[in-house]
């Protein structure tokens, strides 16, 4: 379990680490370094990699999330009603963290909307700990270990199923509209609030 003081200062958003670009303290350096972790794992010409360093919009996350999918389309499901066409995407959802060198994954499924060609909405998911689970291991299996590979040679640690399910029994507000008291470990490392 991660100590209360470390999960203490991931609450209040301090960026920690012990190299370079977390010995700065910049979640501006952070970001950029997590753009090059991008430009990598876009490297691999059979995945769609859709990065959002904007925090859905608006607020502030801890985290950039990186929605891969399948170029090939396996992964998509396209409905019409009228004028508007939306298309479900499942892929992985990759949370990278802005503070600390940590990350995790998760399937998840995301649409996006159009009317008459033009962009009119979308929705996406949100990962929990739990999500790993959810991945089809046989359809991904090639992918993740070539994802994994790319956040190795960046020294970001894959966090684990069991380390973000734990709740934490000691009193620590975050600031988060994507999770309720009693918190687990993942709500320390993966927050957003707007």
Known sequence: MY???FLK???KDKVMGE???????SISEVENY???I???IKDNYQLLVEPDFTYYGSGFGSYITIKISKKDGSGIKTEQ???R???WTKGILIYVSNLVPYWYYGASEWSVSEENGKYVGGSSGFIRSKSIDEVDAELWREEIEKVKGVFDIYMYSLLTKEELAQQVDFNIGIRTVLADK????FDFFFHWSD
Do not use: M, W
């Open 3 to 5: 100590s209360e003081e």
């Open 9 to 11: 200062q991931l609450a």
């Open 19 to 25: 190299f370079f670009p977390f010995t700065t303290g």
């Open 34 to 36: 997590i753009k090059a």
């Open 38 to 40: 991008v430009g990598r």
């Open 81 to 83: 009603y009228k004028n």
């Open 85 to 87: 066409l939306t298309h």
């Open 182 to 185: 009693p918190y687990e470990v």
